[in-house]
């Protein structure tokens, strides 16, 4: 399958701050780019679908303003947090699909994610 | 909308017994069908997929998985499990007019030797 990876894994932040997490599609073209939230012991959220060179679809009750997608190449998608707060703590996840003709085809592949914990 | 449901929340299990995790969806039309897995501390892995034909799926590991359409379901077997097997299972599925994968809420399988 894909390869993709997260930067950072791990990020601890003061409230009020921005955070930017990274998601890249290491060896294929990725189109299409997909941004989960977990919490504990639960199931992944769709946050947005992220396609490259447009802007991003928001899940309904996620905050465009708050979290800011930026889907700038076929490699590369960027989620910041802005002005973060404590109860936005939680395990983001990004997925990737490749549009046809690519290695991942319709399915998702998934990074490895980043704990993101707000002070 | 669509839903998928996960009925075994945690399922414990011992060395060489056989596994069936229930993965039921809400969708009438052409539906994609995913298994994957979440070994502890690492990312999710696709275990299996079904988009079409032969509704019995082989996947990694010596997982297998049923699309049964009447039954709107996508379980999960596999006949002897390992200590290793031990993992989080997440079944999700896509309509097969959008990208977009709706997850269950998971089931953690523990697996004592």
């Known amino acids: 399958g894909a390869v993709v990876s997260q930067h950072p894994s791990r990020v601890i932040c003061k409230s009020g701050t921005s955070v930017k997490i990274e998601c890249r599609s290491l060896?294929?073209?990725?189109?299409?780019m997909f941004w989960y939230r977990q919490f504990p012991k639960q199931s992944l959220m769709l946050m947005a679908t992220s396609n490259e060179g447009s802007k991003a679809t928001y899940e309904q009750g996620v905050e465009k303003d708050k979290f800011l997608i930026n889907h700038a190449s076929l490699t590369l998608s960027t989620l910041t947090v802005t002005s973060a707060h404590p109860e936005d703590s939680s395990f983001y996840i990004c997925?990737?699909?490749?549009?046809?003709?690519?290695?991942?085809?319709?399915?998702?592949?998934f990074g490895p994610g980043t704990r993101l914990t707000v002070l | 909308a669509q839903s998928v449901s996960q009925h075994n929340h945690h399922v414990i299990l011992s060395e060489a017994a056989s596994l069936e995790l229930g993965c039921n969806y809400s969708y009438g039309g052409t539906v994609n069908l995913f298994w994957y897995v979440q070994y502890p501390g690492q990312h999710l892995q696709l275990l299996l997929k079904?988009?079409?034909?032969?509704?019995l799926v082989k996947g990694i590991k010596g997982f297998e998985a049923e699309f049964i359409k009447s039954k709107f379901s996508f379980n999960l077997r596999k006949p002897s499990v390992q200590w290793s097997d031990t993992a989080e299972y997440f079944c999700?599925?896509?309509?097969?007019?959008?990208?977009?994968?709706?997850f269950g809420t998971g089931t953690r399988l523990q697996v004592f030797p």
């Open positions: 997925s990737v699909m490749g549009g046809p003709g690519a290695i991942a085809g319709g399915t998702q592949y």
């Open positions: 079904y988009f079409s034909g032969d509704p």
């Open positions: 060896d294929f073209q990725a189109t299409t």
């Open positions: 999700a599925v896509n309509a097969g007019h959008t990208d977009k994968l709706i």
